[in-house]
Antibody
Framework: EVQLVQSGAEVKKPGESLKISCKGSGYSFTRYWIGWVRQMPGKGLEWMGIIYPGDSDTRYSPSFQGQVTISADKSISTAYLQWSSLKASDTAIYYC???????????WGQGTLVTVSS | DIQMTQSPSSVSASVGDRVTITCRASQVISSWLAWYQQKPGKAPKLLIYGASSLQSGVPSRFSGSGSGTDFTLTISSLQPEDFATYYCQQANSFPLTFGGGTKVEIK
């Protein structure tokens, strides 16, 4: 069974750094892209970017370019989303997801809630 | 960027009703359109890909149609478990973009 399992909820203060993870299993991790999607409280879905773990080719949404860093460690089948300096507006649920046929996503991770508050 | 406009933003319906949600792309995306269902506290679930292909395991009461810029998700007979929020997403080009969502509520 193809699965994406994300790291647990985080509570951080503004200005702190953070790296959350997404571990893939049940498939060849290096052969499929993994994307990240943000969902702010009570809001819709926003695509942030995507990485190909095989060669670390990464594409970002212009809205998130320079705001976050997407990376992957293929030796442990894990993708990451990181921030160097969090803001309160980064409070959201972050999902990782694997493209299915083209660039639609299935499956999805369970989501990681990030809360940034002083 | 390709903008995805969904309508309506919410709909009230009863069990057994036929529900139609539309999604319009700001430019031609061929048939690269997906539909998702999201329930509170859960990750989105892929229902339809390629505008009209039913994802494995998804009930046949869900169907998708359209190509180019105009797309439709239809639930032929609404069931209690279908009350949720639905999103479209263009899968044609980066940056990938989602519609604003349609909340299907109980009438």
């Amino acid at each position: 069974e193809v699965q994406l399992v994300q790291s647990g909820a985080e509570v951080k203060k503004p200005g702190e750094s953070l790296k959350i993870s997404c571990k893939g299993s049940g498939y060849s991790f290096t052969r499929y892209w993994i994307g990240w999607v943000r969902q702010m409280p009570g809001k819709g879905l926003e695509w942030m970017g995507i990485i190909y773990p095989g060669d670390s080719d990464t594409r970002y949404s212009p809205s998130f370019q320079g705001q976050v860093t997407i990376s992957a460690d293929k030796s442990i089948s894990t993708a990451y989303l990181q921030w160097s300096s969090l803001k309160a507006s980064d409070t959201a649920i972050y999902y990782c997801a694997r493209p299915a046929v083209q660039w639609e996503f299935d499956p999805w991770g369970q989501g990681t809630l990030v809360t940034v508050s002083s | 960027d390709i903008q995805m406009t969904q309508s309506p933003s919410s709909v009230s319906a009863s069990v057994g009703d036929r529900v139609t949600i539309t999604c319009r792309a700001s430019q031609v995306i061929s048939s690269w359109l997906a539909w998702y269902q999201q329930k509170p506290g859960k990750a989105p679930k892929l229902l339809i890909y390629g505008a009209s292909s039913l994802q494995s395991g998804v009930p046949s009461r869900f169907s998708g149609s359209g190509s180019g810029t105009d797309f439709t998700l239809t639930i032929s007979s609404l069931q209690p478990e279908d009350f949720a929020t639905y999103y479209c997403q263009q899968a044609n080009s980066f940056p990938l973009t989602f519609g604003g969502g349609t909340k299907v509520e109980i009438k």
